[in-house]
């Protein structure tokens, strides 16, 4: 099911090449989740409409006129974006990480999944354009950047079991510092990983938020 990590030239660059087999991969399964989200919701339409489509939609209708606080939107969206960084890069070291990855990556699908089926069942086809205001600019940056750390972590797991100890001491020895040499190695990525997600939480609490309440104060 996942391709072969195979070592190339390319591979020693900080950043690897965005579309591997890899990442699409994890694109297929984000579609999946996205999928199985909008039919989900549009089979329970009959039984959530009366609850959270309603609040959804009296939400999204009075956003124009919400005291917003941009920064406390700023804060959150990095707070989770940290976390969700450093949940991947922790599951990484770990046997569950493919699990991890598979449900994580079919989990966002699916979130996406039903805010886009709210959106067009409370909006039409001007739902569609509602949707993109919820993800656009960060999702310009953000998607690539998941992209990468994914494509980045699947390799390291790999190379980091490469390095399992044998039983002998000296064995043990020399298997422990490569795997602290491996992980030392990722630092500068790492670094850089959470500088980008900076910026995007920096586009979704200053950007987006007026984004989407002019284009909702629009339709009116």
Sequence with gaps: ???KQKTTAHQKNLFPLPLTGFSRLTI???FLGFLAGYIGAHFLENYIHSTVISLFRDTINQLPW???DRNEIFLLSFKNHLTSFLLLVFFSLTNVWR????GSTIYTGFSQGLLFCFCTISYGLGGIPQYFCFL????????????LILNRLERFHYNWFLCE???????LSFFSTQKRQLLFHQLPFLFICIILLFCCSILEGYLN????????AGLK
């Design 99 to 102: 699990l991890y990855y598979i």
């Design 165 to 171: 100890p044998g039983s002998s001491k000296r064995t």
């Design 66 to 68: 919400l005291s917003i």
């Design 209 to 216: 938020v007026p984004i989407i309440k002019a284009y909702n």
């Design 136 to 147: 656009l600019p960060q999702a310009i940056l953000l998607v690539p950047v998941f992209l």
């Design 28 to 30: 297929g399964l984000f």
């Design 1 to 3: 099911m996942f391709p």
